[in-house]
């Protein structure tokens, strides 16, 4: 028989494939991690393997679907016993079983690609399910469901009905795993087979078991309601089969800060900061004060500010007190800035003129406007007649002569501007 054409890939030696299996699935499968980096959560390589053999599946359906279903049924029939099991549909198959980007189906193709065509050729009347035959039983990826591990270990409550139906077995049909249960809300136990903290048995039987929530606060009950409490959660007691809020801040088993007070909360407290008039406190705001801040005096039951700007406290020359709570601040009077601590007399700028803020360019332009206009106005009044031409004409020069004067007039047109 001819070996199939492979795609670009380079099959490695049976010797190699028994070395590649031997190793620890997670190792020849997964690449290295970073270094000083928690590795990504990964897939098991018994579902890569899984998911090669449902590619592989829909691939053999394929090939049937597009290459018959025309007309000719006795033709098609002698056609199809060639086809079937023919080298040429099994390459078909494998040319897309893999998705492109799929890089672990291709590594694991590329290794197991000479057990896959000893199944098509040999194995497919002993072995038809290419899954067992494949990821079980030859590398030894997967485990029958309901079992884990190296061994494939039966799951906690058994393989029939792993975690007793109410849990997630870790590494359920995979030869990974802990086995351990992770039980649904209101399930606990090895297998899942009892009711879980604050939950209770509303019915059970050999095969069924269901646990239903406590009353709010029970950890432990024998119904739902409020007096069927066994044991209470952190924060409660228990009384006359009731669970009662624990007062933390009533029996100073709070702790809270110097200056804060307690606030007691169901089956817990807070800690919040005193009112900053006080120093120390029983409760919120300035009349629960135990001793006032400084800048701060008692009137009546309160911790009130203390006016400071009511006695002469900034010496300093056109300075002036403002008030602040619990304190003051020294500022300088309106009309005076604070210069290396010292109050100064703010000094009010000139107003500018008009001409001020100009560029040099903007003045230059200026000169040569101020002469053409007025060369223009004397070549108007004196153009008696043709006041068309001759105004074209004075025009064309007075643009000139201002161009030529602005630079020889800078004395007289600054003069002009200074003396505004």
């Not at 829909?58 to 016993?81: P, Q, V």
């Not at 409760?283 to 001793?291: D, S, T, V």
Request: hydrophobic content about 30%; glycine content about 12%; overall charge negative.
């Amino acid at each position: 028989m001819a070996s199939l054409p492979r795609r670009g890939l380079v099959p490695p030696p049976l010797w190699g494939l028994s070395l590649f299996l031997s190793l620890p699935g997670p190792i020849w499968l997964q690449p290295s991690p970073p270094p000083q980096s928690s590795p990504p959560t990964e897939l098991h390589p018994c579902h890569t393997c899984r998911g090669l053999v449902d590619s592989f599946n829909k691939g053999l359906e394929r090939t049937i679907r597009d290459n018959f279903g025309g007309g000719n049924t006795a033709w098609e029939e002698e056609k199809l016993s060639k086809y079937k099991d023919s080298e040429t549909r099994l390459v078909e198959v494998l040319e897309s079983v893999c998705s492109k980007s799929d890089f672990e189906c291709h590594r694991l193709l590329e290794l197991s690609e000479e057990l896959v065509e000893s199944w098509w050729f040999h194995k497919q009347q002993e072995a038809p399910d290419l899954f067992q035959w494949l990821c079980s039983d030859s590398l030894k990826l997967c485990c029958p469901s309901g079992t884990f591990g190296p061994s494939c270990l039966p799951c906690p409550g058994g393989a029939e009905k792993p975690c007793g139906g109410y849990g997630q077995c870790e590494g359920e049909g995979t030869r990974g795993g802990s086995g351990h249960c992770d039980c649904q809300a209101g399930y606990g136990g090895e297998a899942c087979g009892q009711c879980g903290l604050g939950y209770f048995e509303a019915e059970r039987n050999a095969s069924h078991l269901v646990c239903s929530a406590c009353f709010g606060p029970c950890a432990r009950c024998s119904g739902p309601e409020e007096s069927n409490c066994l044991q209470c959660k952190k924060g409660w007691a228990l009384h006359h089969l009731k669970c009662v809020d624990i007062d933390e801040c009533g029996t100073e088993r709070a702790s809270c800060g110097v200056d804060q007070f307690c606030v007691n909360t169901e089956g817990s407290y807070e800690c919040r900061d005193c009112s900053k008039a006080c120093l120390g406190c029983m409760g919120a705001g300035p009349g629960r004060c135990k001793k006032c801040s400084p800048g701060y005096q008692q009137v009546g039951s309160k911790c009130l500010d203390v006016d400071e700007c009511e006695t002469e406290v900034c010496p300093g020359e056109n300075q002036q007190c403002e008030n602040t709570e619990g304190s003051y601040r020294c500022v300088c009077a309106e009309g005076y800035k604070q210069i290396e601590g010292i109050c100064v007399k703010e000094q009010i700028p000139e107003s500018a003129g008009f001409f001020s803020e100009m560029t040099e360019d903007e003045l230059v332009v200026l000169q040569q406007m101020f002469f053409g206009v007025i060369i223009c106005a004397l070549a108007t009044l004196a153009a008696k007649g043709d006041l068309v031409f001759t105004a074209i004409f004075i025009g064309a020069v007075a643009a000139m002569t201002g161009y030529w004067l602005s630079e020889r007039s800078d004395r007289v047109l600054e003069g002009f501007i200074k003396g505004r």
